[in-house]
């Protein structure tokens, strides 16, 4: 197994990225930390309970109880394949416990996609962000639009705002990213595995240039 990092702000397109290189290639596999965690907390498992506070305020979830999520996700995957990791690690902390489940499945750490994106447009693209509670499918308000304007393209379903998505909770998460998240790039830069890509474009672009560094 191999496995690849998208790093970047709440918003750079981690998830919309990933979910577009897994679609066109069966061997890469998304997995989203957000996506596990509000899994969870709908199923109200003694994980998604405890997380639930920390994500309603914009906070990050104790490492622990995402280590041990992501650990276990990642252990239980069959086959040759890449895991497309979004939205994890987001501190040293949770780098250091990816090293002991990555050496302790035989996988190999093979490159870190960061997302690099304005505070501008990260605002901007937030606030216009919709998804859909059914089947996951994410939207953007005049980016990725909707065919019928506040349903879902793919089951039908009335789209909704994250909870987490209010401007308040949005300021709170991007300082979280700065102060906590943003040392890793050193910590994944020193060991040579940091591809830099510009992340304000059009998606098809940056689907195209991540593909490509990963190549
Ligand atoms: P975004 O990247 O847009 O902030 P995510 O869906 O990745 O959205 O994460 C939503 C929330 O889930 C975060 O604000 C945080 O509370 C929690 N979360 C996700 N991944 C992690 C993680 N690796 N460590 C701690 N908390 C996390
Ligand atoms: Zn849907």
Redesign the pocket.
């Known amino acids: 197994m191999k496995i690849v990092i998208f790093l970047?702000?709440?918003?750079?397109g981690?998830?919309t990225i990933a979910s577009r290189l897994s679609e066109s290639d069966e061997k890469l596999r998304h997995v989203?930390?957000?996506?596990?965690?509000?899994d969870a907390v709908k199923r109200q498992t003694t994980a998604g309970v405890e997380?639930e506070g920390?994500?309603?305020?914009?906070?990050?979830?104790?490492?622990a109880?995402?280590?041990q999520m992501?650990g276990d996700y990642v252990s239980g995957i069959k086959g040759e394949c890449t895991v497309l990791l979004?939205?994890?690690?987001?501190?040293v902390a949770?780098a250091e416990i990816l090293d002991g489940v990555a050496g302790h499945c035989g996988a190999e750490l093979t490159a870190v996609v960061l997302l690099e994106v304005s505070d501008e447009i990260i605002v901007e693209r937030?606030a216009g962000?919709r998804g859909c509670p059914k089947c996951g499918a994410g939207y953007h308000i005049r980016n990725i639009p909707s065919r019928v304007e506040g349903i879902c393209d793919v089951c039908g379903t009335g789209l909704v705002v994250?909870k987490?998505?209010n401007p308040e909770?949005v300021k709170n998460?991007l300082s979280?990213?700065k102060e906590q998240t943003v040392p890793l790039i050193e910590f994944y830069g020193s060991r040579g595995l940091v591809r830099r890509i510009d992340g304000a474009g059009r998606i098809d672009d940056i689907v195209r240039m991540t593909r490509q560094a990963l190549s």
């Not at 970047?8 to 750079?12: D, E, H, W």
């Not at 989203?32 to 509000?38: A, I, K, Q, T, W």
């Not at 979004?86 to 501190?91: I, V």
Request: zero cysteines.
């Open positions: 970047g702000a709440p918003g750079s981690k998830g989203s930390s957000g996506d596990l965690l509000r997380a920390y994500m309603k305020r914009g906070e990050l979830v104790p490492d109880i995402i280590g992501i979004d939205g994890f690690p987001r501190t949770q937030i962000r994250r987490d998505d909770t998460r979280v990213y």
